[in-house]
């Protein structure tokens, strides 16, 4: 049985747990690894996030260097872009200043977060962001 005809068959399994949970039919052979487990719930989440993609929570935003990333302003809709995160700069004594920077020079800010900015680690779509405009024109 191939991979992605398992992975098809295991939709059924229940996430968030340290024990293989087996609610499929004939999926106990082939599932005895939980290494193999794990990677058939990383290949279903990532698939969840790309059809309904979530904004990322900022404290995992700040451990995501070197990560693609696509910026949209929540204010206005526009899709601002895709972007590549180069470093998370923190300032112990004014926390106004914590900022992301980007690889091509852009700076975002924390204190912004949510406000003029939110990021996804795929592109939002029309039916996950409402309104949702481009501003490559």
Not at 76 to 104: A, P, Q, W
Request: charged share 35%; aromatic share 12%; proline share 5%.
């Amino acid at each position: 049985m191939e991979t992605k005809d398992l992975i098809n068959r295991c939709k059924g399994y229940i996430r968030g747990t340290d024990h293989i949970i087996d609610i499929c039919d004939n999926c106990t052979e082939t599932l005895k690894s939980k290494q193999f487990f794990t990677e058939v719930l990383k290949v279903l989440t990532e698939k969840e996030d790309r059809e309904n993609p979530q904004p990322i929570p900022m404290d995992k935003l700040k451990t995501m260097r070197n990560e693609p990333i696509w910026i949209m302003n929540p204010e206005t809709s526009y899709l601002l872009g895709c972007f590549v995160i180069f470093d998370y700069i923190e300032n112990k004594n004014r926390k106004d200043l914590n900022r992301f920077s980007m690889t091509d020079g852009r700076r975002f800010y924390c204190f912004e977060y949510g406000r003029r900015w939110v990021a996804y680690r795929y592109k939002p779509n029309k039916k996950t962001a409402p309104g949702l405009q481009s501003e490559e024109r």
